[in-house]
């Protein structure tokens, strides 16, 4: 079987982000095939857990994967303070006699945007609102790889490595099945160490405060790396949790046109027409020409630099950039530029050390907890999995009430042609319900 027709039929998605269907980003010609593994989430530990664990998979992939989209180099993309994973790799490397390279980044944030990747590997700045396919590249995490390696062996996306750290009595890397509780992860981290807890799905720049009904409801899902619990009154989540008013507010009344949130924008920094400071003077201000610097939203990464770090008055610019970006997009607006990209000549000096990062967002506390260097395997007797953990169409369910299936069988499908991906049984029993989501109880009894 074809390796594209493998990855289909193994539901891969992109496990970084928004979990963009494999075997479609995969369609393509480019010189360069690069591999995200920067994790430059400040305290999760997913990727490197990956790196240390399943580096001759890695290596093995790439060998499948470079023909495939015909890419001469092959570049992992790891920052050089990772000693332990560049040493697995570089082993990997020689023994099976690979041409894999690897690049070393700085400890900055965010080095593992895909744009920032793309600029500090190849020396080419990607378009605003483009894809590195436009500088000749792909770029594909550590753990979307390994989802790859797994599909050449017949295996399908059935289970997720999640850090799972912050407010718990035994900070743990977790090997759990998809549609796992997030609760129960929790739990098998030892459980809560506090009383008033909030969760955040991801790192702690990008990721999602869930709501209380969130934390009982919301289960793993192929895109999930990363569980912190933090305190109710943390920084973190009074910057997360402001309402769309208050923010909008606050920008009116507080920003004083400082200007730091786009000097120390990544995306700015290379070069992008985004001015997060002229966004919220417009919001401001209610400017004529409003309109024309709105579109800039458009390209804004949604990093969190400008809101967790870089404004001195506490004020949103990310959140602002969200809102417009919906409302922009709803209408049809495509960001469009005909200028020429080059990098700002102070971007060096301006990134964000993420040690200074771990500082900024109070997070000091947890960044030095040590885990054990096997990932606890959590075992499940109920799942919950959404019929859409990825960009695109939802999966169509193949199966009914009462249907008994077996771990890694098929129970969603979407079209070879269609943007999605399939789903698979994460463990073996009972479909017990189907909606937008296939719920399966096994009888086996969980010690
Ligand atoms: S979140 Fe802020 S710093 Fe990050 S890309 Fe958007 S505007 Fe720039
Ligand atoms: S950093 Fe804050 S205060 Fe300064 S321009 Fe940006 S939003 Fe306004």
Do not use: W
């Amino acid at each position: 079987m074809e390796l594209l027709d493998q990855i289909y039929k193994a539901g891969v998605v992109g496990a970084g982000g928004a979990g963009f269907p494999t075997h479609i980003k995969l369609k393509c010609n480019v010189e360069y095939l690069l591999v995200n593994a920067a994790e430059c989430e400040p305290l999760i530990q997913t990727d490197k857990y990956i790196m240390r664990h399943n580096a001759d998979e890695i290596i093995k992939a790439l060998s499948f994967m470079a023909p495939l989209v015909g890419a001469d180099k092959v570049i992992i993309a790891i920052k050089g303070k990772y000693e332990r994973e560049i040493q697995a790799l570089q082993s990997a490397i020689k023994k099976l006699d690979s041409k894999v390279e690897l690049f070393y980044l700085k400890s900055v944030y965010p080095a593992g945007d895909e744009q920032v990747i793309v600029y500090e590997v190849t020396g080419r700045v990607i378009p605003p609102g483009g894809i590195p396919l436009s500088v000749g590249a792909v770029v594909s995490n550590v753990a979307t790889v390994l989802s790859i390696y797994d599909a050449t062996r017949g295996k399908s996306v059935t289970d997720k490595i999640i850090t799972v750290t912050g407010e718990v009595n035994n900070p743990s890397l977790l090997s759990v099945p998809i549609g796992t509780p997030i609760l129960k992860c929790i739990k098998a981290a030892g459980g809560l160490n506090i009383k008033d807890y909030c969760v955040i799905m991801g790192g702690p720049m990008m990721g999602r405060i869930l709501s209380s009904d969130e934390v009982e409801q919301r289960t793993i899902t192929k895109t999930d790396g990363g569980i912190i619990v933090l305190p109710t009154n943390h920084y973190i989540k009074e910057r997360k949790s402001l309402s769309v008013q208050h923010i909008i507010n606050q920008t009116k009344s507080a920003c004083i046109q400082c200007s730091y949130c786009t000097q120390m924008c990544p995306r700015y920094l290379l070069g992008h027409p985004l001015r997060p400071h002229k966004v919220m003077r417009a919001i401001s201000m209610s400017l004529d020409h409003s309109e024309e610097i709105f579109k800039e939203a458009l390209i804004c990464c949604e990093c969190g630099i400008c809101e967790m770090y870089a404004c001195p008055m506490g004020i949103s610019p990310r959140q602002v950039n969200i809102i417009i970006k919906n409302e922009l997009r709803q209408k049809g607006v495509k960001f469009n530029t005909t200028l020429k990209i080059i990098p700002d000549e102070q971007r060096d000096g301006r990134q964000v050390p993420v040690s200074r990062l771990v500082q900024r967002l109070n997070l000091g506390k947890y960044k030095d907890i040590k885990f054990d260097d096997d990932a606890i395997e959590v075992k499940v007797n109920i799942v919950t999995i959404p019929l859409k953990q990825h960009i695109g169409k939802s999966a169509t369910s193949i199966v009914a009430v009462g249907d008994e299936v077996n771990k890694g069988q098929l129970i969603g499908e979407v079209k070879r042609e269609d943007m999605g991906a399939n789903i698979h049984a994460s463990i073996s029993g009972k479909v017990t319900n189907v909606s937008d989501c296939i719920i399966i109880e096994s009888s086996e009894v969980i010690l």
